[in-house]
């Protein structure tokens, strides 16, 4: 087999899994946003902020945590408060517990080295009632201050389907 037939073999592959990578799109996101924390300790002062302008309100949406922590992250949970703030001021908080590893230590996240990274539902099937600007504050809650090997904060929304949905005739 001659170097040109490779060539052209490579140069095929290459195509198919570029567009097969763009047929993947992420349809239902409406928000996903990842901030860094700094040198990796989160502290309680550090509340991690995200402000989204919901204009559909007859969807429902999946909320999510993105966390991105290092292998070697001390706990098997992490406590955080997530506080949401509508657009007519009203200001609800709710303390979540996420496990991030089973009793033997292993973590739940997909790990690549020693990076893992973490999707936790904290609401399935929300609606807003009101179209406007809706702000999350994310804070830890452990009793650790500050908490060592967590990188990353994240707030995911996805529509999850129709509020009321067209009844079929």
Known sequence: MSAKYFSSVWLAVTIFLSLSSLSRCDTNRVFEKNTKVSDYHW???????????????????????????????????????????????????????????????????????????LQVPIQQGAYFEKPGKYKWEVEQNMRQNPLPMIMAIGLRLERAGLKNPEPES
């Open 43 to 117: 502290s309680w002062e550090n509340k991690i902020e995200f402000e989204v302008d919901i204009a559909d309100t007859n969807s429902l949406y999946n909320i999510y945590l993105n966390i991105r922590h290092g292998w070697q992250y001390p706990y098997s949970n992490l406590w955080v408060i997530v506080h949401t703030y509508f657009p007519d001021g009203e200001h609800l908080q709710k303390r979540v517990q996420i496990e991030m590893a089973d009793k033997s230590g292993k973590p739940f996240a997909d790990c690549s080295g020693d990076i893992c990274d």
